[in-house]
């Protein structure tokens, strides 16, 4: 199987996500195994308390971001390789006709697994970068004993080539599970599509319009795609919420972290899904056009559907991250006096939710002028 450079660019989202759950357990690992090398014999008090909160501190964040990411990008691969396996089925045929079994071409799939290498490795990469500043802003109030960081082989194997290995594997098995089809339904490119029920009234007639019918068939084919949409919402809303938080509860440094690392995530998802979306309508929308359809309901059919997807992605996100600090600060650093109480931020909340609205509404509007480009002609030869 030979992966070209389009589709290795595809591949960019599992990087990015790969890379920021690896910077972040990379951060909070090395400083608690460096932590755990401190004497909490002589430790008492508020030290003893803080020891143990940013214990717990990292455990937490860790298992939420890190199993929150690691997640979505077990989603993001199935997504690539189901996707991939669609758009070769001629040419994966052509192999299983020429008596290359499924767990041989299958095989061909560990590859994807190397976009997570890639991305863990830059990961970790940041992470010893920004070491020594995090360890600073961790102990600025000079509350424990002054330690340094130090480079642990068995963390940069854990979080670098294991989780390559693993996704590598995942691949192939997935890979092989999706090319158990029969060689001319690969050959014939036949598509399976979904069929959804349509109401009907009294009279026997759909009750649904034919442009409301194809924004929820549009939405039901790939729930995936909406997921993303969501997920990219969730992601701006948390992280920029958590940013304005973190000047308070941290530093400006943790706050210009959960900026960058939101806003990517954001970015990244979002690009990807509405890029697939389009790029899976192209017919529908040139037929649309075609039959005299204005722009506008071509958009409102294929892009308006996400829409509701975007806003509880953002509602999510806000609910995450309320939950998140308000356990660390309650619960975790009850008895750390130098950790200020937290209360919801509403003044947050709203310049977050305005960002959001005029950032994803400007991305739509972009997209649906894209949508106006769409060539029948140029799409009747690529077929």
Excluded at 143 to 165: E, G, Q
Excluded at 177 to 185: F, N
């Amino acid at each position: 199987m030979v992966i070209g450079l389009k589709d290795g660019f595809k591949l960019f989202g599992i990087f990015i996500m790969s890379c920021c759950a690896v910077m972040v357990c990379a951060l909070f690992l090395n400083y608690h195994m460096d932590l755990a090398g401190l004497n909490t014999e002589t430790m008492e008090g508020m030290v003893l308390a803080l020891y143990n909160a940013q214990v717990m501190t990292g455990k937490v964040i860790c298992a939420v971001c890190g199993g929150c990411l690691l997640a979505a990008t077990v989603v993001l691969l199935f997504f690539y390789i189901r996707n991939y396996i669609h758009t070769h089925k001629k040419e994966l045929g052509i192999l299983k006709a020429l008596g290359y079994s499924n767990f041989k071409i299958a095989g061909g799939f560990w590859v994807f697994g190397l976009s997570v290498f890639a991305g863990t490795a830059v990961g970790y990469g940041i992470a010893l970068i920004l070491l020594p500043d995090f360890y600073r802003i961790q102990n600025q109030e000079k509350i424990l004993p002054d330690f340094s960081a130090h480079f642990h082989p068995l963390l940069a194997l854990s979080l670098i080539v294991f989780p390559a290995l693993f996704f590598a594997l995942i691949s192939v098995l997935y890979s092989f599970k999706k090319l158990k089809m029969p060689v001319l339904d690969l050959l014939k490119e036949k598509m399976v599509w979904k069929a959804h029920r349509k109401k009907e009234g009294k009279d026997g007639k759909e009750e649904q319009p034919f442009l409301k019918e194809l924004r929820r068939s549009t939405l039901g084919s790939s729930p995936v795609l909406v997921f993303f949409i969501g997920f990219a919402a969730f992601c701006y809303s948390s992280m920029m919420q958590m940013s304005f938080s973190m000047d308070e509860l941290a530093s400006e440094f943790f706050s210009t972290m959960m900026v960058v690392i939101g806003i990517v995530l954001a970015c990244v998802s979002l690009f990807l899904a509405i890029t697939a979306v389009i790029n899976g309508n192209t017919k529908t929308i040139a037929m649309l056009r075609v039959f005299g359809y204005p722009a506008k309901a071509c958009n409102s059919s294929i892009l308006g559907g996400y829409r509701p997807a975007a806003y509880i992605g953002f509602a999510v996100g806000t609910l995450y991250q309320y939950l998140l600090l308000k356990i660390v600060v309650t619960a975790i650093f009850a008895d750390v006096d130098i950790v200020p109480e937290y209360h919801f931020d509403f003044k947050a909340l709203g310049i977050v939710f305005v960002s959001f609205v005029l950032l994803y509404e400007l991305v739509m509007w972009r997209y649906g002028e894209k949508l106006k480009k769409v060539s029948l002609k140029e799409v009747m030869l690529e077929s």
